[in-house]
């Protein structure tokens, strides 16, 4: 059974650019959360998406949207890439059973920009 | 909105010592509790949770974590660490409702000294 996928593991950009990370949740999972995690900080929250929508949202502009697809897999897509979006993107997948709150996290991609 | 306090941000031990760090939250309502673990060059894996119940729970490795409604705390505790646990620990929480985020604490960075 696999766990929560991401890719790519690393990404090099530059100012201005735009970047889309992508995640598979956990098989049977169908909510995922993205967060941000920058060196040496815990994981601050982003969004998040289940049945194709966004449901929450955290302090992010405007700049950091989403997607979720039928099989559940989601993507995060960043606009206009600043020197302080470098971090360590993480997904996050939670299982269909409302009350059981426990996520499940992805290897992160680690984007840097320059 | 709920915030995540972990004071010590850098502990030193040496093998055979005890362990215990501070995770402080602020939030008046029901909340779920985690601490995660995230050792050098891999992803966030779950130590232990506190959903309800006995507020003394206990996660993998020897790990044990007491919730202390009062105090608003949910400390993390291990009688005795190994060089293995030389890795950064989140604390975390969110609201006992629903597909909730996480919040994170700023994490705490133990290195255990053989």
């Known amino acids: 059974d696999a766990g929560v996928t991401q890719s790519p593991t690393h990404l090099i950009k530059t100012r201005g650019q735009q970047v889309t990370l992508r995640c598979s949740p956990k098989s049977g999972h169908d909510t995922v959360s993205w967060y941000q995690q920058a060196l040496g900080q815990g994981p601050q929250f982003i969004f998040q998406?289940?049945?194709?929508?966004?449901?929450q949202r955290g302090n992010f502009p405007d700049r950091f949207s989403g997607h979720q697809f039928p099989n559940y897999s989601s993507e995060l897509n960043v606009n206009a890439l600043l020197l302080g979006d470098s971090a360590l993107y993480l997904c996050a997948s939670k299982g269909r059973e409302v009350s059981y709150n426990e996520q499940f996290f992805g290897p992160g991609t680690r984007l840097t920009v320059l | 909105a709920q915030s995540v306090s972990q004071h010590n941000h850098h502990v030193i031990l040496s093998e055979a010592a005890s362990l215990e760090l501070g995770c402080n939250y602020s939030y008046g309502g029901t909340v779920n509790l985690f601490w995660y673990v995230q050792y050098p060059g891999q992803h966030l894996q779950l130590l232990l949770k506190?959903?309800?119940?006995?507020?003394l729970v206990k996660g993998i490795k020897g790990f044990e974590a007491e919730f202390i409604k009062s105090k608003f705390s949910f400390n993390l505790r291990k009688p005795s660490v190994q060089w293995s646990d030389t890795a950064e620990y989140f604390c975390a929480v969110n609201r006992d409702t629903g597909r909730r985020a996480l919040t994170f604490g700023s994490g705490t960075r133990l290195q255990v000294q053989p």
């Open positions: 998406y289940y049945e194709e929508e966004e449901r």
């Open positions: 506190y959903f309800s119940g006995d507020p």
